[in-house]
């Protein structure tokens, strides 16, 4: 029995590599989740602040939406649209689009299809939106448009060219030599 107690475990050089860095792992698993809870006790900090920070400013936009009052949109101007929260670049697209839909808004969705109005502005300011009447030629923007009643209107009719004769196509735009050839 004592030739048993005697008994030396030896490792190659290979197996005491292994042990080294199992060991190691360990250890830098241990750090990393150390690190990592440290770190997600730093975000829960700056998330509730962020929360806090949210929760201020809603408080301060219902205050400034309860200053908001009932508009005609086609009635305001540039300051108008301002007043309401939007910015210049905001403003000038606002108003470049009511010149596209011919000066005039017509209900409340031509508003909201307005890209630089996002849905949550919209939602602050649609129940504030009351039209007065529409065809107010009264109604001006502060931007320099094309006046759309400006150019001549064409009535287009129906016409059997067979039919027509050389004053006709004349009367038409074409010229002499051009209608005695038809």
Known sequence: MDSLTHIRIRYTKSQRIGFFVFTAGLILIQLATYVLKNKDLKTAEININELQTKA???ENKKSQSSAITNFD????DFEGWKNLGFSDKQVTSILKYKN???GNFS???QISESY??????F???EAYIVF???NNENTKSNLP???FNDKPKIHYKKFNPNHYSQKDWQNIGFSEKQATTY
């Open 116 to 121: 630089v109005i996002s849905g949550e502005k």
């Open 107 to 109: 209900n409340k969705q």
């Open 100 to 102: 596209l839909l011919g």
């Open 132 to 134: 007065g009447n529409i």
């Open 56 to 58: 201020y400013l809603a």
């Open 145 to 147: 448009s094309t006046q």
């Open 73 to 76: 949109p086609n009635q305001l």
């Open 123 to 125: 939602a602050e300011i």
